[in-house]
């Protein structure tokens, strides 16, 4: 009994440490306990020098806090109205049998039924030839090979082309069935027109369902309740040349456009040379697709745009994710006059943990893109629904901020929009409490630095 009271009572000492709810002394210590690690940096926008920082100078890796950098470098080099465009090409006239090609921009937001749409205006007008896929625009791998193993297949780390469609993402419903055989089977099926291999069985134990892919298989296991509604699921194609070509067979039959062979294309000079542009699919406005992904921090949306950011630039031929390190950092220097010096930018969503920025660096990038009002308004508030901070309700009802959160390591980094507004950004790492423990701990030191 006298064991578990000391045990106690050092853990609500360490909490009460950390949590800043009392003394001077706390105001500028967070947590002095090894192996946990912390850093962070506060002070005014419009203030050459911070108000307060700790070891800020440390290369830390900032999670989705990365995603700031990208979205904005997306909004300055691209604008707030810039617009994927999918274009649909046909031969001309002179083929036997014209060709379709889709050439794919890297539209992140791209569907099924937009590709119908689009090639419904070439029903009944060209006769079967093949329908290329131009996919040439991003030369990279479509996984990253920087993200760990156990990421790949997940429904937050799908593959990433220049060609996306439905995010990349297979939808599996699973609904209980009737009996067959002495055993009631599950109805299993998918979006996207992979095979199924299943031994879901329907049964009156909790749902229990575990979906994997083999051979371009999907392998269903598990059991659903009787009684349960249909359950849905999304995992990651693993091999994404596969997902394309069924989900553009699946389109094509769809909008009603006869067709020969579908083909991958990664090189523009296959292509025909005598295309006609017959219709073009645009996105919304990159203005109504970074706010959605911010406040869901949607690594998908930031990948992507990461590639398109780095494939703009001629000057370099980016086939490695980790090629476009430099480009991010020279891009940062150009448009905000920030110098990343060592950082190392090797995806656009924090995904990986071998992404590394000091937070000195990155809050100085906070300070000169406050004047950057679309990024700065598309950031989530404390409570707002479905975002990273609906249950941040602690923090000051006049942050804008992004998380960032992964295994071991929670970052919180943002502005303070009150009449006197401020950045900051704190990281921490190694702390042996879950991040959620750590949320309330954060957001009390974030309200008290900021109120200074």
């Not at 937050?156 to 002495?182: C, F, M, W």
């Not at 309740?225 to 699921?233: A, G, T, Y």
Request: with cysteine; net charge positive.
């Amino acid at each position: 009994m006298y064991m578990k009271a000391k045990i106690f009572i050092l853990f609500f000492g360490v909490l009460f440490l950390i949590s800043g709810c009392a003394s001077d002394g706390y105001k500028n210590m967070l947590y002095d306990k090894k192996p946990a690690f912390y850093s962070y940096v506060f002070g005014n926008i419009h203030s050459d020098r911070a108000r307060i920082e700790r070891a800020a100078d440390v290369y830390v890796t900032p999670s989705s806090c990365q995603k700031t950098v990208t979205a904005l470098l997306a909004y300055k080099m691209f604008g707030a109205d810039y617009h994927y465009e999918t274009n649909l090409y046909v031969t001309k006239n002179g083929h036997q049998a014209r060709h379709v090609v889709i050439s794919f921009s890297g539209d992140p937001t791209l569907t099924s039924w937009d590709l119908v749409q689009l090639l419904k205006t070439i029903r009944g007008k060209t006769a079967a030839g093949k329908v290329l896929l131009n996919v040439s625009l991003f030369k990279t791998t479509p996984y990253s090979p920087n993200i760990t193993i156990d990421d790949v297949g997940t429904n937050y780390a799908q593959p990433i082309s220049s060609a996306n469609i439905d995010h990349n993402l297979i939808e599996i419903t699973v609904r209980p069935g009737k009996k067959a055989g002495g055993r009631r089977r599950a109805i299993v099926t998918n979006d996207s027109g992979y095979g199924i291999d299943s031994s879901i069985t329907t049964t009156s134990k909790p749902s229990t369902v575990k979906l994997f892919i083999v051979n371009n298989r999907i392998q269903a296991r598990g059991n659903i309740c009787k009684n349960s509604i249909p359950l849905k699921f999304k995992i990651s194609p693993m091999d994404l040349d596969y997902y394309l070509l069924s989900k553009i067979k699946l389109v094509l039959r769809a909008s009603g456009v006869r067709r020969g062979a579908v083909t991958i294309v990664r090189d523009q000079s296959e292509l025909p040379d005598d295309l006609v542009l017959w219709g073009t699919h645009a996105s919304e406005a990159l203005a109504g697709i970074v706010p959605p992904a911010l406040k869901k921090s949607d690594n998908f949306v930031f990948d992507n745009l990461y590639l398109k950011i780095i494939h703009s630039q001629d000057k370099h031929a980016i086939e490695d994710w980790s090629d476009g390190s430099v480009v991010i950092k020279e891009l940062v220097s150009k448009y905000f006059g920030v110098d990343m010096v060592d950082s190392l930018f090797v995806d656009g969503s924090g995904l990986s943990r071998y992404n590394k920025v000091q937070p000195q660096k990155l809050f100085e990038l906070l300070k000169k893109g406050y004047d950057v009002r679309e990024f700065v308004t598309a950031l989530p508030s404390p409570g707002e629904a479905h975002t990273t901070l609906s249950k941040r309700t602690r923090l000051s009802e006049y942050i804008k901020a992004k998380t960032g959160n992964m295994s071991g390591i929670s970052c919180l980094c943002g502005y303070s929009i009150s009449k006197r507004p401020k950045a900051f950004v704190i990281v921490t790492h190694g702390f042996a409490s879950t991040n959620k423990a750590m949320f309330p701990i954060l957001d009390n030191f974030v309200n008290y630095h900021l109120e200074q």
